[in-house]
């Protein structure tokens, strides 16, 4: 985490802290983030080590096969100057960034910083990088880290839920204005802090930074990031998926009395599809229950989250279920940053369930092409006319009944002959 010290002095500690190893192992201390513990290999296979200049600088997260996530501060010199692409390499998958080789680091090929990134203030301290390439991996994964909504932030704030973060940071605690030289690991750590507001700290001017809107703050006493974990992941763990809450942004010392803050990542998720989802298109349509040839619209609605005007495509799956149709001529061509929606038909000719899909492409470069389900069944309704005719035999049977118990409540009874007498 990002403590007021320059990040030249960050390259400094990185040069030295291969010989703090074995200083630290003869002192008989552990090379932990801040009273933290080593991760599992390869528990976080979406951990990734930012480097720039060959040099181990800050934490990230691989939050789709081309996109990281991390802090602007991260990727601009102590002049306020983005670092130029060429020089920063990304190294997934949770390895120890002095183990591994930078070469085989992956190429960044895009770097996007958020446009109101404040070098003064570290307010919107958020970036995103691009990928030269998609990471593959040689066996199927859990998914990616995605991000907490922010209706389960606030719920996990107010609740002082327990998060994790990770990443290969100093191990040194000090208090702010403290001179100490930082210590870093070999293997990734991790550490579990609870989640704090500005009413946990009552006499913490500091803390008022709390209650913005996009930060967060996590403390446990003794326990914290420190130098070199900034842009690594806030995570919390919702129905036992890891999402991402936070990012590693800043703080007075490391392990202090004072809470570190963290880029609150649901506040940017629109910025952030912007750029990770180039378009969108809703995921699924269920018609539900409808009446055998009675057709059924429903509304598609697609985005084009990039900063490219661009044509679509659409090819529909119909193969197996000729019930499905759409419209698609109004949203051939959607304009950059902007919504376009068309109707998507179903006309049951049965009673069995249906499934088509829609796939979409775009001519938004280096775009995926993505798809769309939609499901749905006839049910055969009963007529009007059946059914009032239903109704009036059924009590035309009840009137007969009534009658006879009417008449047997009189003394009415049948004779041999088959006749009614009183």
Not at 23 to 38: A, D, K, M, V
Not at 110 to 124: E, I, V
Request: hydrophobic share 35%; net charge positive; proline share 4%.
């Amino acid at each position: 985490m990002l403590k007021s010290i320059p990040l030249s002095f960050l390259f400094f500690v990185s040069l030295i802290s291969m010989t703090s190893y074995a200083n630290s192992e003869n002192l008989g201390e552990t090379t932990r983030i801040i009273n933290g513990e080593n991760s599992r290999q390869d528990a976080w296979p979406y951990m990734v080590s930012i480097s720039v200049y060959g040099q181990h600088l800050c934490g990230a997260s691989l939050i789709a096969n081309q996109w990281i996530l991390s802090a602007a501060h991260c990727l601009v010199n102590s002049q306020g100057q983005r670092y130029p692409t060429d020089v920063i390499k990304a190294i997934v998958g949770g390895a120890s960034p002095k183990s591994a080789s930078i070469s085989s680091g992956v190429n960044v090929s895009a770097l996007y910083l958020h446009p109101d990134y404040s070098k003064q203030t570290k307010n919107n301290d958020i970036a995103l990088l691009k990928l030269e390439k998609p990471i593959r991996f040689d066996t199927p994964l859990p998914h990616y880290f995605s991000r907490v909504s922010a209706e389960n932030t606030i719920n996990a704030l107010n609740t002082g839920r327990q998060v994790t973060v990770l990443g290969w940071g100093s191990t040194v605690a000090y208090s702010p204005a403290e001179d100490v030289i930082a210590k870093y690991p070999r293997v990734l750590q991790e550490v579990q802090l609870s989640l704090k507001t500005e009413a946990d700290f009552p006499d913490l001017k500091y803390a008022k930074q709390c209650s913005e809107n996009t930060l967060i703050c996590a403390f446990t006493q003794g326990k914290d990031a420190c130098q070199g974990d900034s842009g690594g992941p806030l995570l919390l763990q919702v129905n036992n998926t890891w999402k991402q809450i936070g990012i590693v942004s800043r703080g007075r010392g490391c392990a202090s009395s004072y809470p570190g803050i963290y880029t609150r990542v649901a506040t940017y998720k629109k910025w952030i599809n912007s750029y990770v989802q180039n378009a969108t298109i809703t995921s699924h349509v269920e018609f539900n229950a409808q009446p055998i040839g009675k057709q059924k619209s429903k509304i598609m609605m697609v985005r084009n989250n990039s900063h490219y005007d661009a044509t679509f495509t659409y090819q529909e799956d119909i193969k197996n279920s000729p019930q499905f149709s759409f419209d698609s001529s109004l949203c051939e061509y959607i304009s950059a940053l902007s919504t376009c929606t068309f109707n998507v038909y179903f006309t049951p000719l049965n009673t069995q369930s249906k499934h088509a899909s829609i796939t979409m492409t775009s001519t938004i470069p280096n775009s995926a092409s993505v798809r769309s389900e939609q499901t749905g069944r006839g049910i055969v309704m009963q007529s009007k006319a059946s059914a009032g005719a239903l109704n009036f035999t059924s009590f035309y049977l009840l009137m007969i009944c009534c009658l006879f118990r009417y008449a047997y409540s009189k003394g009415a009874f049948v004779n041999t002959k088959g006749k009614i007498t009183v």
